[in-house]
């Protein structure tokens, strides 16, 4: 099991839907509005008309979509959740199959260098000469970073991942 799903920052989606393929696809294309590029994040999705919760692309036998970004007041979240996978025919049914991931690869070197620099300042600072009580208030801003930037969007991913699952079971 990779770490992302022991993480709960992927998860696996499979389906098989009572649904001749092309009549799937056709269903398929209403719900999602369809870019003609992907982008991970558009911050001007709520200006769309649709009221379809997702967007992406749908092509014969593939797609990736994401969530819509919604207007909410004061939202500054940043949605990158998306979903990949395929369908393909199976008699007169049709099988789904994705991966919804709220990660992507490009983030991780910048992940890596930051825990890196986190650490070592960390460390630093325990192993420094000062008294215990000047050491206090340098190791809880360094613990405060640490939080806002892995813990808490960890936790916001998770939600992005499990949200985006729920949609797809549902619409589809």
Request: aromatic share 14%; net charge positive.
């Amino acid at each position: 099991m990779s770490i992302l799903k022991k993480l709960k920052l992927k998860k696996d989606f499979n389906k098989i839907i009572d649904c001749e393929f092309d009549e799937f696809f056709e269903d398929f294309n209403k719900i999602v509005d369809n870019q003609k590029s992907f982008i991970k994040f558009e911050p001007l999705d709520f200006f769309s008309n649709s009221n379809n919760q997702l967007v992406g692309y749908v092509k014969k036998g593939k797609f990736k979509i994401r969530r819509k970004k919604g207007f909410k007041f004061f939202d500054l979240k940043l949605d990158v959740t998306i979903a990949k996978g395929s369908f393909k025919s199976i008699g007169n049914k049709t099988e789904v199959k994705a991966k919804v991931s709220a990660i992507d690869f490009t983030l991780i070197p910048s992940l890596i260098i930051t825990f890196l620099f986190l650490t070592f300042f960390f460390f630093l600072i325990l192993i420094s000469d000062m008294s215990l009580l000047n050491k206090l208030p340098p190791l809880l801003i360094i613990l405060l970073m640490f939080s806002m930037v892995f813990i808490f969007p960890l936790i916001s991913m998770r939600k992005d991942v499990e949200k985006l699952h729920e949609i797809l079971d549902k619409e589809l």
